[in-house]
């Protein structure tokens, strides 16, 4: 199975601030990258596809960058509802794996 | 705005067989892929498998011998069976859409999950 390597496991921020999280696959994947959001108790919500497509709605505040390998998920200008988890899935090959998430503090 | 909700027992007895049902509303089961995904707890995501809006179906090797999937297209719900349950079943089980274009598949939209204990 393909490893995900997702760091940091968590990560104090500010409001304003802009932070940037990073995914390793531990083989390439191209570009068959995803990235989503989980707060307590919700579902998880789509944020990025083929590592960088942002699902229609989400905020152009989020990007998503890389292929191959590497690839990392920024948030710019972060707000209070952006404080959650997120984790970062590979859909190249099954079994489909996922990173082990970060934790978005706020500082 | 497409919803997924996941429902079944709370708590499995060790050995029985785990049974959840994912409902769907505000869009079709086709021609979309749904999946059955875990989460242990301390533990990160496992994807369980799919199943296709024709009915066929793709396992995790990793539980392939103990799983099933179904589809019930006239009730808008898909449906997931883990035989021989252990404590190791234990998680919060989601489900979620997969939707295919222009050759690749992505998840798009999740349930909120549900927590079943495998317990006596």
């Known amino acids: 199975d393909i490893q995900m390597a997702q760091s940091p496991s968590s990560l104090s921020a500010s409001v304003g601030d802009t932070v940037t999280i990073t995914c390793r696959a531990s083989?390439?994947?191209?570009?068959?990258l995803a990235w989503f959001q989980q707060k307590p108790g919700k579902a998880p919500k789509s944020l990025i596809f083929d590592a960088s497509t942002l699902h229609s709605g989400v905020p152009s505040k989020f990007s998503g960058t890389g292929s191959g390998t590497d690839f990392t998920l920024t948030i710019s200008g972060l707000q209070p509802e952006d404080f959650a988890t997120y984790f970062c899935?590979?859909?190249?090959?099954?079994?489909?794996?996922f990173g082990e998430g970060t934790k978005l503090e706020i500082k | 705005q497409v919803q997924l909700l996941e429902s079944g027992p709370r708590q499995v007895k060790p050995s029985e067989t785990l049974s959840l049902t994912c409902s769907v509303s505000g869009g079709s089961m086709s021609p979309f892929f749904w999946n059955w995904i875990r989460q242990s707890p301390g533990k990160g995501l496992e994807w369980i498998g799919y199943?296709?809006?024709?009915?066929?179906?793709y396992y995790n090797a990793s539980l392939k011998s103990r799983v099933s999937m179904s589809l019930d297209t006239s009730k808008n719900q898909f449906s997931l069976n883990v035989d021989a349950v252990t404590a190791a079943d234990t998680a919060v089980y989601y489900c979620?859409?997969?939707?295919?274009?222009?050759?690749?598949?992505?998840?798009?939209?999740w349930g909120q999950g549900t927590l079943v204990i495998v317990s006596s």
């Open positions: 979620g859409r997969e939707v295919c274009s222009r050759g690749t598949c992505h998840f798009d939209y």
């Open positions: 199943i296709s809006y024709t009915g066929s179906t």
């Open positions: 083989e390439d994947i191209g570009n068959f």
């Open positions: 899935q590979q859909y190249n090959i099954y079994p489909y794996t």
